[in-house]
T-cell receptor, first 114, second 107 residues
Framework: DTGVSQNPRHKITKRGQNVTFRCDPI?????LYWYRQTLGQGPEFLTY????????KSRLLSDRFSAERPKGSFSTLEIQRTEQGDSAMYLC????????????FGPGTRLTVT | GQNIDQPTEMTATEGAIVQINCTYQ??????LFWYQQHAGEAPTFLSYNVLDGLEEKGRFSSFLSRSKGYSYLLLKELQMKDSASYLC????????FGKGTRLSVIA
């Protein structure tokens, strides 16, 4: 299967702990996006990369959130000092550069902060 | 600002046709996507419109009017497996999603 993969699929953590998620995009895709989705809502944009460069970050992305894509391939999203409000599905998507190219989504990581 | 509106829920009968509307007001526009999302799963691509008019793909069609800030997704010959949320998203690098329309197909 050469789709977008995300790990872990589920994460339960206690408030105040740090968590890190990984996304492996489709290999030839140079754009990688992170979204967050809560129940009954559409996905909300967090940040995106073109190759290894982080081109845009949402105002939703507080300073507790950081994302990297060090070699322009996989990406990690870290949340420090988690809060209960961080509980959500974290979706990764990838696409070919520019244009209206379809974004392919991974299965997501469901985070529960207790 | 970014504002994308779609109905929250719709119900339709198996075999029927349903139209899901989406209106948008966004600071930029580079096309409009429709995604399908089954409960607990990732969104999957259905259609993309960048020019005005109708795009048809099997049982699914999508229409765009840029001057009116309006799109719709038309689903024909509804099947039970079409029960899902349908997400309208404006491409403005990145995608800006509406809240989704939860469609229930009943027998």
């Amino acid at each position: 299967d050469t789709g977008v993969s995300q790990n872990p699929r589920h994460k339960i953590t206690k408030r105040g702990q740090n968590v890190t998620f990984r996304c492996d995009p489709i290999s030839e895709h140079n754009r990688l996006y992170w979204y967050r989705q809560t129940l009954g809502q559409g996905p909300e944009f967090l940040t995106y990369f073109q190759n290894e460069a982080q081109l845009e970050k949402s105002r939703l992305l507080s300073d507790r959130f950081s994302a990297e894509r060090p070699k322009g391939s996989f990406s990690t999203l870290e949340i420090q000092r988690t809060e209960q409000g961080d509980s959500a599905m974290y979706l990764c998507a990838s696409s070919l550069e520019a244009g209206g190219n379809e974004q392919y989504f991974g299965p997501g990581t469901r985070l529960t902060v207790t | 600002g970014q504002n994308i509106d779609q109905p929250t829920e719709m119900t339709a009968t198996e075999g029927a046709i349903v139209q899901i509307n989406c209106t948008y007001q966004t600071s930029g526009f580079n096309g409009l996507f429709w995604y399908q999302q089954h409960a607990g799963e990732a969104p999957t691509f259905l259609s993309y419109n960048v020019l005005d008019g109708l795009e048809e793909k099997g049982r699914f069609s999508s229409f765009l009017s840029r001057s009116k800030g309006y799109s719709y997704l038309l689903l024909k010959e509804l099947q039970m497996k079409d029960s899902a949320s349908y997400l309208c998203a404006v491409y403005n690098t990145p995608l800006v999603f509406g809240k989704g329309t939860r469609l229930s197909v009943i027998a």
